[in-house]
C-alpha cells in the first residue's frame, strides 16, 4: 500500500500479523481509532505486509480535527488517558509501538513492555545488497549524500549515496518510478527474529524494467517443464489465482 493510501501507523513491535490473535487487532484498533478521534472520518487502511502495523485513512475533511487531536495528546505525553490505554494493553501483551505519519516521522511512543524487558539486538551483519524504493527525499552538503527511499510495503529507508554526481542521477528520480541501488548495507536482526535493513552506503543504482504481462507470461511457457504452458490463457488463470474472476 502506498503513501497516498493511509495516513497514521500504528506500528507493534514484538508480534507479527500472522501470530497475532484477531481479538488484539481489534482492541487495538478500537484504542487507535479513539486516539485519532473523528469517528466519521477515519477508517481503516488495513496492516502493513509482513508487519504489525494497522494503518488509518483520514478523510480531507477531518485532516485538521484529527492533526488538533494528536496534537494536543502529544503536550501531553504520557498523561494523556488515550495513550496511556494503548501503553497499558500493549505491556500486558509483552509489547511496545509507535504512531507515525506517512512520512515516517514518529508522533507518538508507547514504551509498553519495553522497559520491563530490553530487546536485545541478536545480530548485525553487512554485506553488498540491493533494495528497490522510490525516493522521496534528497539532499545535503557533503560529498556523502543523505536519501530516503519508501519500499514497496510502506517502510522508510534512510541511505547514504556515496558522491555528488551519483546524487544528481538518483535526484532524477524523486517521487518517480521504483529503482533498484544497491551498494554495502547493514542489516539487524531483532529478537523476534526479524531482519531489517537499517543502512546502506548506495554506489548504484538502476531503473526497473516494466515487462508486459503478455511477454512474461510468454517467456514462462517457453521454460521446459513448467505448468503454465498447459494453459491456452495463462493470465485467464493467473487471474483466477488471485481471485480477480
Known amino acids: 500500500m502506498r503513501s497516498s493510501d493511509w495516513s497514521y501507523e500504528l506500528k507493534v513491535f514484538g508480534t507479527a500479523p500472522k501470530v497475532m490473535p484477531l481479538q488484539d487487532v481489534g482492541e487495538l484498533a478500537k484504542r487507535f481509532a ?18 504489525a502495523s494497522m494503518r488509518a485513512k483520514v478523510d480531507d475533511h477531518a485532516a485538521a480535527d484529527v492533526n488538533v487531536q494528536l496534537t494536543t495528546v502529544r503536550l501531553q505525553e504520557e498523561s494523556a488517558p488515550k495513550v496511556i490505554r494503548i501503553n497499558d494493553y500493549l505491556r500486558t501483551r509483552g509489547w511496545h509501538g509507535v504512531v507515525r505519519n506517512r512520512d515516517g516521522a514518529v508522533l507518538l511512543t508507547f514504551p509498553g ?8 539486538e541478536l545480530r548485525t551483519v553487512q554485506q553488498m545488497d540491493s533494495v528497490v524504493g522510490t525516493v522521496i527525499k534528497i539532499g545535503g552538503r557533503d560529498e556523502t549524500v543523505p536519501m530516503t527511499l519508501e519500499t514497496s510495503d510502506g517502510a522508510f529507508l534512510d541511505v547514504t549515496v ?27 536482526r531483532d529478537a523476534e527474529g526479524q531482519w531489517s535493513c537499517t543502512n546502506m552506503l548506495v554506489g548504484d543504482f538502476e ?16 521454460l521446459p517443464g513448467n505448468g503454465w504452458r498447459e494453459f491456452d490463457d495463462p493470465i485467464g488463470e ?8
Open 34 to 51: 479513539e486516539l485519532l478521534g473523528n469517528v466519521e472520518g477515519v477508517h481503516f487502511a488495513g496492516l502493513r505486509k509482513g508487519s
Open 113 to 120: 513492555a519495553k522497559g520491563e524487558k530490553a530487546e536485545e
Open 162 to 188: 556515496r558522491g555528488r554526481d551519483l546524487a544528481k542521477r538518483l535526484a532524477q528520480h524523486l517521487f518517480g518510478k521504483d529503482i533498484r541501488v544497491s551498494g554495502l548495507a547493514t542489516w539487524k
Open 207 to 222: 531503473e526497473l524494467q516494466e515487462t508486459p504481462l503478455s511477454l512474461l507470461f510468454e517467456s514462462l511457457r517457453d
Open 238 to 245: 493467473w487471474k483466477k489465482l488471485r481471485g480477480d474472476d
